[in-house]
């Protein structure tokens, strides 16, 4: 089957760096990505890796390494508007459909 | 642009209840899926409509089933009501003349917020 591990809670400071993990396990692999929620909100498409190494968009970014089955998601000078859940996700065996992990829920204060 | 539209926003419902749930895509796209979101976890995806015709499921009861309309637009219903039924139901959309091989980018809804008492 296919699963998906990433925190479930990560705090941090204004202005800070945070880094949500991700490791995942898959029959076939198709990319890794990752979405934010805010409460009571739609989730939103941040980044997608199909292959190894950093993409940078903005204040985030998003790293891929395909032979540990692992990524993880950097965001940097913290705002409290970054206050969300974030959730990695790959495509289902067909490709059809994403499976998502738990969700990560970061909290920013200042 | 008008983005992905989910009607209604929250609903109440006792169990053996139906309900029905409503979706439009974003403007240009033909395929909708329909995920379950439960309380602090991740969407679950139920189904995928492509064409007016259920593309691929995912692990959910005969109870849950949808319908797509010429215009694209989307419904999931949902049958024999249970108190696990509630939870937030989210429709995303995309354009897929084939099964994305890699699916990157969703375009999701705010979702209907269903109760079953």
């Known amino acids: 089957g296919q699963s998906l591990e990433q925190p479930s809670e990560v705090t941090a400071v204004e202005g800070a760096i945070v880094q949500i993990n991700c490791t995942y396990q898959?029959?076939?692999?198709?990319?890794l990505s990752w979405y934010q929620q805010h409460d009571g909100g739609a989730p939103t498409f941040l980044s997608y890796?199909?292959?190894?190494g950093l993409e940078e968009t903005g204040r985030f970014s998003s790293f891929l390494s395909r032979s540990d089955s692992y990524g993880y998601l950097l965001l940097q000078e913290l705002q409290m508007k970054d206050s969300a859940s974030y959730f990695c996700a790959v495509p289902n065996q067909a490709g059809t459909a994403l499976i998502f992990g738990k969700g990560t829920t970061l909290s920013v204060s200042s | 642009d008008a983005g992905v539209t989910q009607s209604p926003t929250h609903l109440i419902k006792t169990r053996g209840q139906q309900v029905t749930l409503r979706c439009s895509p974003k403007?240009?796209?033909?395929?909708v899926s329909w995920y379950q979101q439960a309380l602090g976890q991740g969407p679950q995806f139920i189904f995928q409509?492509?064409?007016?015709?259920?593309?691929q499921r995912g692990n959910f009861p005969d109870r849950f089933s949808g319908h797509q309309f010429p215009n694209y637009s989307s419904e999931l219903n949902v049958n024999a009501l249970l108190l696990g039924d509630s939870a937030l139901y989210l429709c995303?959309?995309?354009?897929?003349?084939?099964?994305?091989?890699?699916?990157?980018?969703?375009?999701f809804g705010s979702g209907t917020q269903l109760s079953v008492l």
């Open positions: 995303a959309s995309s354009l897929g003349a084939d099964p994305s091989p890699t699916n990157e980018k969703l375009f």
């Open positions: 890796n199909a292959l190894d």
């Open positions: 409509y492509y064409e007016e015709e259920e593309r």
């Open positions: 898959t029959s076939g692999f198709y990319g």
């Open positions: 403007s240009g796209h033909d395929t």
